[in-house]
T-cell receptor, first 112, second 113 residues
């Protein structure tokens, strides 16, 4: 089976840096994705790590360590609009499939 | 390019009734996946359709079913509704198989009373 664990809540202040961790257990692994979801909105894709290391996209970076079954999303220069839920996700293993297994989600609250 | 659209956006049903939700993927996308989102269980995979064929199915009872049409539009149906079916139902589309990025619609908020 597959499971992904994240902290349930994280609080940070505007302008700060925050890291959201994701640990996973999977029978197979294609890569780790991150999605952002504002309250009442649709999840939107943020980043993807297929290989170990850091991927940077503007203020957001994502890291993956396959040997540790661990990844994180790093948000820099936090803005109020970053307040949202963040989900890590893996694509289910085995053939061509778009079945995503999502983590438990982390609610990020950015305070002024 | 228009995004993923879902109809209706909100729905209230009573226990025992059945409901059909609709999803129109991004033009050119052939894969449509459905997810159920609840506060307690998070985002859970329901099923995925590709070229009118169900390619994957999650761990949901047979009351949950779906289909995809030749234009890639998809519907999901829930029969004999239960209170626990109250949730946000999201569909996501992608071009084909194995992409790491999926595009989600705004969801249908289903309330079962």
């Amino acid at each position: 089976g597959q499971s992904l664990e994240q902290p349930s809540e994280v609080t940070a202040v505007e302008g700060a840096i925050v890291q959201i961790n994701c640990t996973y257990q999977t029978s197979g692994f294609y890569g780790l994705s991150w999605y952002q979801q504002h309250d009442g909105g649709a999840p939107t894709f943020l980043s993807y790590n297929a290989l170990d290391g850091l991927e940077e996209t503007g203020r957001f970076s994502s890291f993956l360590s396959r040997s540790d079954s661990y990844g994180y999303l790093l948000l820099q220069e936090l803005q109020m609009k970053d307040s949202a839920s963040y989900f890590c996700a893996v694509r289910a293993y085995g053939g061509a499939t778009n079945k995503l297994i999502f983590g438990t989600g982390t609610l990020l609250a950015v305070q002024p | 390019k228009a995004g993923v659209t879902q109809t209706p956006r909100y729905l209230i049903k009573t226990r025992g009734q059945q409901v059909t939700l609709s999803c129109s993927p991004i033009s050119g996308h052939r894969s449509v996946s459905w997810y159920q989102q609840t506060p307690g269980q998070g985002l859970q995979f329901l099923f995925e359709y590709f070229s009118e064929t169900q390619r994957n199915k999650g761990n949901f009872p047979g009351r949950f079913s779906g289909r995809q049409f030749s234009n890639s539009r998809s519907e999901m149906n829930v029969s004999t509704l239960e209170l626990g079916d109250s949730a946000l139902y999201l569909c996501a589309s992608s071009f084909g198989g194995g992409e790491y990025e999926q595009y989600f619609g705004p969801g249908t908020r289903l309330t079962v009373t």
